[in-house]
T-cell receptor, first 111, second 113 residues
Framework: QKEVEQDPGPLSVPEGAIVSLNCTYS??????FMWYRQYSRKGPELLMYTYSSGNKEDGRFTAQVDKSSKYISLFIRDSQPSDSATYLC???????????FGTGTRLQVFP | KAGVTQTPRYLIKTRGQQVTLSCSPI?????VSWYQQTPGQGLQFLFEYFSETQRNKGNFPGRFSGRQFSNSRSEMNVSTLELGDSALYLC????????????FGPGTRLTVT
């Protein structure tokens, strides 16, 4: 079993929809939780990070962490075609160097 | 500020050959991590360097090696290439070791035939 599980999709939604992307994890030592966005033929770019349980909002994006359920989510409001990309969750244990990534969910927002 | 630079962007090699990939981090960043990305396994951590020292290594065979120079530029080397080494190799730049804020380059697409 992988430490981080993520549904690969693809997820196809109409423009303006609310998108929910999710990851589950098994290692309770994870303390930092991140979401990256990767466009085709590009490297991942950091969208959001959270340290504790709860919600964090940044514009149209909201990251949610539920440590008791070992479950994290990224919500995208008013989705746009430019949001079409692969979204990767990543996690890190404090004091260690490496990030553990989910395999990514491919999102397509159609006009 | 210039981003992370990786060269070459694309590479085709034959089984048994070796390859060297290069990464220049963001100016002022002193730590570099390398990842292998494949469709089936996603991003997998290879190693991290800080101040020319390897701090951590992932679960890859010894054919995968790396180094970091005094100017923070990093190289990774794969010897005796296998078909399964075909992947996108990503370099991430960090201001300091162990940072969660990692800035990725565009990657080097390696194809082994």
């Amino acid at each position: 079993q992988k430490e981080v599980e993520q549904d690969p999709g693809p997820l196809s939604v109409p423009e303006g929809a609310i998108v929910s992307l999710n990851c589950t994890y098994s290692n309770s030592a994870f303390q930092y939780f991140m979401w990256y966005r990767q466009y085709s033929r590009k490297g991942p770019e950091l969208l959001m990070y959270t340290y504790s349980s709860g919600n964090k909002e940044d514009g149209r994006f909201t990251a949610q962490v539920d440590k008791s359920s070992k479950y994290i989510s990224l919500f995208i409001r008013d989705s746009q075609p430019s949001d079409s990309a692969t979204y990767l969750c990543a996690m890190k244990v404090i004091g260690t160097d490496k990030l553990i990534f989910g395999t990514g969910t491919r999102l397509q927002v159609f006009p | 500020k210039a981003g992370v630079t990786q060269t070459p962007r694309y590479l085709i090699k034959t089984r048994g050959q070796q390859v060297t990939l290069s990464c220049s981090p963001i100016s002022g960043h002193r730590s570099v991590s390398w990842y292998q990305q494949t469709p089936g396994q996603g991003l997998q951590f290879l190693f991290e360097y800080f101040s020319e020292t390897q701090r951590n290594k992932g679960n890859f065979p010894g054919r995968f090696s790396g180094r970091q120079f005094s100017n923070s530029r990093s190289e990774m080397n794969v010897s005796t290439l296998e078909l399964g080494d075909s992947a996108l190799y990503l370099c991430a730049s960090m201001r300091s070791a162990g940072s969660y804020e990692q800035y990725f380059g565009p990657g080097t697409r390696l194809t082994v035939t």
